[in-house]
């Protein structure tokens, strides 16, 4: 079950900009993804949900597979994630299983995936 349509347009337009202060936090999965417009060329940045395993980054897509940012990412096959107060640079982003992703959030992160049903979840390396 992804977040409603209307819930994010409301998000994208107001709630997002505050975001960035958690995104700031040294803890916590909130990071702040900055990406490339396929169409418009521009960077764009946008809160994510994610959460670190080895060499990876795995990421929650609360909204499912068809964001803006989520497609420029995969056009341009990278991107730059602010991440605990360091800058990661990523490439490769690959679906994941539900089933291998959600388990990698901590509580209580872990459990609103599970109950949420999300079903979209990627992947990408440090480049």
Not at 52 to 63: K, Q
Not at 65 to 86: E, F, K, P, Q, S
Not at 96 to 103: E, H, S, Y
Request: aromatic content about 16%.
């Amino acid at each position: 079950m992804k977040i409603p349509n209307f819930i994010r347009r409301i998000n994208k337009r107001f709630t997002n900009h505050f975001m960035g202060v958690f995104t700031a936090l040294p803890f916590g999965p909130f990071a702040m993804v900055e990406h490339t417009g396929r169409k418009s060329g521009n960077t764009y940045r946008n809160p994510v949900i994610t959460v670190r395993r080895g060499a990876d980054f795995v990421f929650a897509l609360t909204y499912g597979d068809h964001v803006d940012w989520y497609r420029n990412i995969l056009a341009a096959g990278t991107c730059r994630l602010r991440w605990h107060r360091h800058t990661y640079n990523l490439s490769d982003p690959q679906p994941l299983p539900p089933a291998q992703a959600a388990p990698l959030f901590a509580f209580p992160f872990n459990l609103i995936l599970s109950w949420m049903r999300l079903q979209d979840f990627f992947t990408m390396r440090f480049a």
